[in-house]
């Protein structure tokens, strides 16, 4: 089939016996058994010059994507057998990277020695293929439309929650259009800031809040959050150890807030490199199939 191939797209079995660095005799054997296999002439003949048969471009076309695929499957499974080497650069967010990162952080750079792992952690909304990244961890309600791959991991919930010394102050919220009257925390970088969603027994509805203090910093909220200051809507994994402790409170657990998805997304190649493949099988393991947060009601 490759030989058949060289012969068409060349023209001519002398240049296709040159290119495969076979004889021309021998071009011209496989060509014989190929139309004898298949029982159709491929190839009419003549001193001069070859002429295509209407069989012979049906079977090229098909012959060229078959021939593509398989090269591409070879390549894929060599790129799969491949040790991971070189620079890893990754952006992640803060507040996720500093309360549930080091388990996988930790695995990638045991099992793969030869990798070099360069991590910024930040909350902005990098330019992964601009600034040089591999890949990125991003938790949203939604991903913009781009030309990054991404792969969904989990769903992480989001509650709204208060200390008890704030409540005791100021009175507890009981339905989501109460928090008007409240001082609220501000994450600037969450998918809607000022509009905190809820799914009510009406439908879905937005409340807008606003508050003395706000940041673009997640794990920076904690404090005011912790000092009685005002209410925050934050996801699990800034708060689950408060929780579990008793240091802050769930507030209307009856109007469950929007969750937000963890994704690690990555450049489109035709070819996944090995190192950020790894990485992305990693966080899949660590994450899509132990699903960290599944049926949390805390």
Same mark, same amino acid.
């Given at each position: 089939?490759?030989?058949?191939?060289?012969?068409?797209?060349?023209?001519?079995?002398?240049?296709?016996?040159?290119?495969?660095?076979?004889?021309?005799?021998?071009?011209?054997?496989?060509?014989?058994?190929?139309?004898?296999?298949?029982?159709?002439?491929?190839?009419?003949?003549?001193?001069?010059?070859?002429?295509?048969?209407?069989?012979?471009?049906?079977?090229?076309?098909?012959?060229?994507? &078959?021939?593509?695929?398989?090269?591409?499957?070879?390549?894929?499974?060599?790129?799969?057998?491949?040790?991971?080497?070189?620079?890893?650069?990754?952006?992640?967010?803060?507040?996720?990277?500093?309360?549930?990162?080091?388990?996988?952080?930790?695995?990638?750079?045991?099992?793969?020695?030869?990798?070099?792992?360069?991590?910024?952690?930040?909350?902005?909304?990098?330019?992964?293929?601009?600034?040089?990244?591999?890949?990125?961890?991003?938790?949203?309600?939604?991903? !913009?439309?781009?030309?990054?791959?991404?792969?969904?991991?989990?769903?992480?919930?989001?509650?709204?929650?208060?200390? !008890?010394?704030?409540?005791?102050?100021?009175?507890?919220?009981?339905?989501?259009?109460?928090?008007?009257?409240?001082?609220? &925390?501000?994450?600037?970088?969450?998918?809607?800031?000022?509009?905190?969603?809820?799914?009510?027994?009406?439908?879905?509805?937005?409340?807008?809040?606003?508050?003395?203090?706000?940041?673009?910093?997640?794990?920076?909220?904690?404090?005011?959050?912790?000092?009685?200051?005002?209410?925050?809507? %934050?996801?699990?994994?800034?708060?689950?150890?408060?929780?579990?402790?008793?240091?802050?409170?769930?507030?209307?657990?009856?109007? !469950?807030?929007?969750?937000?998805?963890?994704?690690?997304?990555? !450049?489109?190649?035709?070819?996944?490199?090995?190192?950020?493949?790894?990485?992305?099988?990693?966080?899949?393991?660590?994450?899509?199939?132990?699903?960290?947060?599944?049926?949390?009601? %805390?």
């Amino acid at each position: 089939m490759r030989t058949f191939r060289r012969v068409v797209e060349l023209g001519s079995f002398t240049a296709a016996a040159r290119g495969l660095n076979l004889s021309k005799a021998a071009v011209s054997k496989q060509i014989g058994e190929l139309e004898a296999h298949l029982g159709a002439t491929l190839i009419h003949r003549t001193t001069r010059r070859l002429s295509v048969t209407e069989a012979g471009h049906a079977y090229f076309e098909r012959s060229v994507r &078959l021939l593509d695929e398989f090269e591409a499957a070879e390549a894929e499974v060599r790129h799969l057998q491949a040790e991971p080497t070189g620079s890893l650069r990754l952006s992640v967010p803060n507040a996720f990277s500093l309360t549930q990162l080091a388990a996988t952080i930790n695995e990638l750079a045991t099992r793969f020695p030869k990798l070099r792992l360069s991590i910024e952690a930040s909350d902005r909304f990098i330019d992964l293929i601009e600034e040089g990244f591999d890949a990125a961890i991003r938790i949203r309600t939604a991903l !913009p439309d781009s030309s990054l791959i991404a792969r969904r991991l989990c769903t992480i919930p989001r509650y709204v929650c208060a200390a !008890p010394k704030y409540l005791k102050k100021h009175g507890e919220p009981k339905r989501p259009e109460d928090l008007k009257q409240h001082n609220c &925390l501000i994450y600037t970088q969450s998918p809607s800031p000022y509009d905190w969603a809820f799914r009510t027994p009406q439908g879905r509805k937005l409340v807008r809040v606003s508050g003395s203090i706000q940041s673009n910093h997640g794990m920076l909220l904690m404090e005011p959050l912790l000092a009685g200051l005002g209410i925050a809507l %934050l996801p699990i994994f800034s708060i689950e150890q408060q929780l579990a402790k008793g240091k802050v409170l769930r507030l209307l657990k009856d109007y !469950p807030t929007d969750a937000v998805s963890l994704h690690v997304v990555y !450049p489109q190649n035709r070819h996944l490199s090995p190192k950020v493949r790894v990485f992305v099988d990693l966080m899949a393991e660590h994450f899509a199939k132990r699903e960290p947060w599944a049926g949390t009601d %805390l």
